[in-house]
C-alpha cells in the first residue's frame, strides 16, 4: 500500500484545481479570458486547460495541442507565445495560528495580450448592465471576484468562513512581459492545520 502524505500543504493545491474549474464552468469569464476557442473541434474545457488531445473528424484522427487559458502555476515564459489572455493561480501558506489552524493566501493573476486589452462595444454592451465596467483586465478581475464571493464551494470544502481579500494590497498591477499587462487579485483564507485522513 502506498503511504498516504498530508500535512498543512496538501488542500493548497487542491483548492487551485477547485479555482480554475469555478472560472472555467463562468461563461462570462471564459467569454472575458477566451473570447474564441483555440481549436472549436474540441470542448471548452480541453481548449480553457490545455494539453494534447485526439479526436476522430470526418474518419481522420486530429491530434491537437492547444496551450490552454487557466494555469496552476505563474509561469508565464513557455507558457503564453501568442496574442491570448491567460489566468494563473498560486497559493502560499501565509501563517500558522496556532497548531490547529493555518491561513493560506491565494493569487489570481489575470493577464492579457495588449492587443486584446480594449473590449468592444459588443462586450461592453453586454457587461455594463450588470455592473462590471473598464478593460478586459478590469471587467475579468470583478467577474472573478463576485464570483469567488458568491460561491460555497470554497468555504464548503477548503476554508473555515469566507475566502477574503488580503488587506495588503487586494488588487495590484502585475506586468510579466513588455506585452502583456495584467492584475493579481489577492485573497486570504484560514483552513485546519490537519484533516483527518485528508477526507472532507
Known amino acids: 500500500m502506498a503511504a498516504e502524505y498530508y500535512g498543512p ?21 471564459t467569454k472575458l479570458i477566451m473570447p474564441t476557442l483555440d481549436n472549436p473541434h474540441f470542448t471548452l474545457e ?14 481522420q484522427t486530429e491530434t491537437a ?14 507558457a503564453i507565445t501568442d496574442n491570448r489572455c491567460a489566468v494563473f493561480i498560486e ?6 495560528e496556532n497548531q490547529h489552524i493555518k491561513e493560506v493566501s491565494v493569487d489570481i493573476m489575470v493577464v ?21 465596467y473598464g478593460n478586459r483586465i478590469d471587467s475579468a478581475v470583478q467577474v472573478i471576484n463576485s464570483l469567488i464571493f458568491n ?12 475566502m477574503n481579500l488580503s488587506k495588503i494590497t487586494p488588487l495590484n498591477q502585475y506586468v510579466p512581459d513588455t506585452k502583456f499587462y495584467g492584475k493579481c487579485l489577492s485573497y486570504t483564507y484560514q483552513s485546519f492545520y490537519r484533516r483527518k485522513n485528508n477526507v472532507r
Request: glycine share 8%; charged share 25%; proline share 2%.
Open 9 to 29: 500543504l496538501s488542500d493548497m493545491s487542491r483548492i487551485k484545481e477547485s479555482l480554475m474549474s469555478l472560472l472555467c464552468d463562468s461563461k462570462d469569464v
Open 46 to 59: 480541453q481548449n480553457w486547460y490545455g494539453g494534447t488531445f485526439d479526436k476522430d473528424i470526418n474518419g
Open 65 to 78: 495541442t492547444l496551450m490552454g487559458h487557466c494555469f496552476d502555476a505563474p509561469y508565464m515564459e513557455g
Open 91 to 96: 497559493t502560499y501558506l501565509s501563517k500558522i
Open 112 to 132: 492579457c495580450h495588449k492587443d486584446l486589452t480594449k473590449l468592444s462595444e459588443t462586450d461592453k454592451n453586454y457587461y455594463n448592465p450588470t455592473g462590471v
Open 151 to 162: 460561491s460555497d464551494t470554497i468555504k464548503e470544502n477548503y476554508s473555515i468562513g469566507n
